[in-house]
């Protein structure tokens, strides 16, 4: 069965993700998920982004009532043990991009699909390390001027301006971007679906 014949919801207000989502052509309406993001004790960074996806996965199925498919998913940056969210402003977003200039960062990206019509649940996580070349304070300023750090975690989009400064990625570029578009194919092609 092709997955479009079912009926699709994106839990998630990211631009990024619907495009992600568009670019193979999947076809879906976007319900974010109104929650606290706030995880529920987990320890473990993929622990803390799987529990965060399947919150608001959750949180948008139980304002469906009928049969949906329901895709949500997290994404955090981690440096030092230190979660990187979303800079508060311009300082907040240099100081990131001078923590993680000339080193490697993590960024884990879950999955989290609720699969109403068949009661199965998929929820995953991938792990993909990022390094950057050294920046300079001149290059960072730059790069703020852009305005494409501030609503991004970690300060930086791999996939706009701040593709300039990656020196290499072992892992999901998608998953960077914000959704782990191959991990989610898979595993809908093992629910017996096509795309």
Do not use: W
């Amino acid at each position: 069965m092709n997955l479009n014949d079912r009926n699709i919801v994106l839990a998630s207000k990211s631009p990024r993700r619907k495009e992600l989502l568009e670019n193979i052509g999947l076809k879906f309406s976007v319900k974010p998920a109104e929650i606290e993001e706030i995880h529920r004790g987990v320890s473990g960074f993929g622990e803390i982004v799987m529990d965060l996806a399947e919150q608001k996965g959750e949180a948008v199925g139980k304002l469906m009532f009928h049969d949906r498919i329901i895709i949500a998913s997290d994404t955090i940056v981690v440096i030092d043990g230190e979660i990187l969210n979303k800079p508060e402003d311009r300082d907040h977003a240099f100081k990131m991009l001078r923590q993680i200039s000339g080193r490697t960062h993590s960024v884990f990206t879950s999955l989290y699909v609720y699969d109403g019509y068949l009661k199965k649940t998929v929820k995953e996580y991938t792990e993909t390390k990022v390094e950057f070349y050294e920046l300079t304070d001149e290059q960072i300023n730059d790069y703020l001027d852009t305005h494409e750090p501030f609503d991004k975690a970690g300060a930086y989009g791999i996939q706009g301006y701040g593709s300039k400064f990656i020196k290499k990625i072992d892992g999901c570029f998608f998953s960077v971007m914000g959704f782990p578009v191959p991990l989610f194919s898979q595993k809908m092609y093992k629910f017996g679906y096509l795309l």
